[in-house]
């Protein structure tokens, strides 16, 4: 059973908005770092932003800083991506990740499947 589910992908013009959402199956990440990273066609995976436990503490890497926003619902265990002003270097694969440390994708312990969002120009 895969513990992450993400959703909200898909396609949008340069300039648009998307939303994802990861959504935790089967256990709670109520008590759990939690983050978003990209992976583009023949590129590194890459930290997209990052929420603590609580919500309380958010951090981003600069290429999304001020477009894009992670906010997390405990109760319904779901981390969100709210992403604007979106371009076309955003196209990627976005995967949520759980009980990590920052922006370091490798200490992440649980890991969803993905979402493909594409930028068109």
């Known amino acids: 059973q895969v513990p992450l589910v993400e959703s909200g992908g898909g396609l949008v013009q340069a300039g648009g908005s998307l939303r994802l959402s990861c959504r935790a199956s089967?256990?709670?990440?109520?008590?759990?770092?939690m983050g978003w990273f990209r992976q583009a066609p023949g590129k590194e995976r890459e930290f997209v932003a990052g929420i603590s436990w609580s919500g309380s503490n958010t951090y981003y890497a600069d290429s999304v800083k001020g477009r894009f926003t992670i906010s997390r619902d405990n109760a319904k265990n779901t981390v969100y991506l709210q992403m604007d002003s979106l371009e076309p270097e955003d196209t990627a694969v976005y995967s949520c990740a759980a009980a990590g440390i920052g922006m370091t994708a490798s200490s992440y312990k649980y890991w969803g499947q993905g979402t493909q969002v594409t930028v068109s120009s």
């Open positions: 089967g256990r709670s990440f109520s008590n759990s770092a």
